[in-house]
């Protein structure tokens, strides 16, 4: 199983981008799928997330700013940006829990894409 996002980059505040994951391989289903972000020197934090059902959960800091969609038909999830600010920047990790046709069930990551948001 893999998770490849895509779509990060620089932008100036109070611009936009969006973010794509397409998980592929050997997968059954998935339930939640959703983004992390790590900023230099600090922790992991969550960003959204989106279950299967369509449920979404947000950070307080990215309410109202951020959305969170899925394609179940192409394993993909998306994370549309508006507003950058500064304290956005960091690199984005997309997350997904997720059932293999061997029927495991575990938890994977992708690779990371950096956004940087600086005039």
């Known amino acids: 199983v893999q998770l490849q996002a895509s779509g990060g980059g620089l932008v100036q505040p109070g611009g936009s981008l969006r973010l794509s994951c397409a998980a592929s391989g050997s997968i059954f289903s998935i339930s939640t799928m959703g983004w992390y972000r790590q900023a230099p020197g600090k922790q992991r934090e969550l960003v959204a997330i989106v279950t299967s059902a369509g449920m979404r959960k947000y950070a307080d800091s990215v309410k109202g700013r951020f959305s969170i969609s899925r394609d179940n038909a192409k394993n993909t999830v998306y994370l549309q940006m508006n507003s950058l600010k500064p304290e956005d920047t960091a690199v984005y990790y997309c997350?997904?829990?997720?059932?293999?046709?061997?029927?495991?069930?575990?938890?994977?990551w992708g690779q990371g894409t950096q956004v940087t948001v600086s005039s």
């Open positions: 997350n997904a829990n997720l059932l293999t046709t061997t029927r495991t069930y575990d938890n994977y």
